[in-house]
T-cell receptor, first 118, second 115 residues
Framework: AQTVTQSQPEMSVQEAETVTLSCTYD???????LFWYKQPPSRQMILVIR??????QNATENRFSVNFQKAAKSFSLKISDSQLGDAAMYFC???????????????FGKGTKLSVKP | ETGVTQSPTHLIKTRGQQVTLRCSSQ?????VSWYQQALGQGPQFIFQ???????GRGNFPPRFSGLQFPNYSSELNVNALELDDSALYLC??????????????FGEGSRLTVL
């Protein structure tokens, strides 16, 4: 079974600085997808960024980028120029590349609570 | 474009009761997934519906059941409530063809408290 581990329950960053959130995962599959979701106090999960395992290039979305190390099964999220609105729970998630059944859905880590100091 | 909406937002039940949670999927989405998020934990997959049929299930007992309607809205039913069922229940919709991109669109959840 696949697992996702986030070893940092809480992180803090100064506004405008850079922070990196860690995520490791375990799988025997070669085809899969990785995601970072943000959950603000409003509780609505929002997709931040995704990475296809077959792509070697790290995904980037504006101030958000990932460091995907497939061999190490590591998938960290870097937030540059942190803003007050970035404060939220961040969840790393895994999805099997096979569609259908329970394999078609997300396995989440326990999350990292990010605080942004003004 | 209407997003995913869930109702009720909060509810309190007692042990042994039954509960129904509702979800309206985002316009045009044909797949609905339900997740349970216990306090301090990440969401856990309960099941998924596509074309009104269950299309995948996580490690949850049969007293967790669901429905999907022709308009793609969905219900989650939980029978014989237990204290450990207290959690935030999240609904997420997607287009099946886009499923592998991970574009799940979540609602704000229903917070269930079981006393």
């Amino acid at each position: 079974a696949q697992t996702v581990t986030q070893s940092q329950p809480e992180m803090s960053v100064q506004e405008a600085e850079t922070v990196t959130l860690s995520c490791t995962y375990d799988t025997s599959e070669s085809d899969y997808y990785l995601f970072w979701y943000k959950q603000p106090p409003s509780r609505q999960m929002i997709l931040v960024i995704r990475q296809e395992a077959y792509k070697q290039q790290n995904a980037t979305e504006n101030r958000f980028s990932v460091n995907f190390q497939k061999a190490a099964k590591s998938f960290s999220l870097k937030i540059s120029d942190s803003q007050l609105g970035d404060a939220a729970m961040y969840f790393c998630a895994y999805r099997s590349g096979q569609w259908g059944g329970s394999q078609g859905n997300l396995i989440f880590g326990k999350g990292t609570k990010l605080s942004v100091k003004p | 474009e209407t997003g995913v909406t869930q109702s009720p937002t909060h509810l309190i039940k007692t042990r042994g009761q039954q509960v129904t949670l509702r979800c309206s999927s985002q316009s045009g989405h044909n797949t609905v997934s339900w997740y349970q998020q216990a306090l301090g934990q990440g969401p856990q997959f309960i099941f998924q519906y596509y074309r009104e049929e269950e299309n995948g299930r996580g490690n949850f007992p049969p007293r967790f059941s669901g429905l999907q309607f022709p308009n793609y809205s969905s219900e989650l039913n939980v029978n014989a409530l237990e204290l450990d069922d207290s959690a935030l229940y999240l609904c997420a919709s997607s287009l099946r063809l886009a499923a592998n991109t991970g574009e799940l669109f979540f609602g704000e959840g229903s917070r269930l408290t079981v006393l």
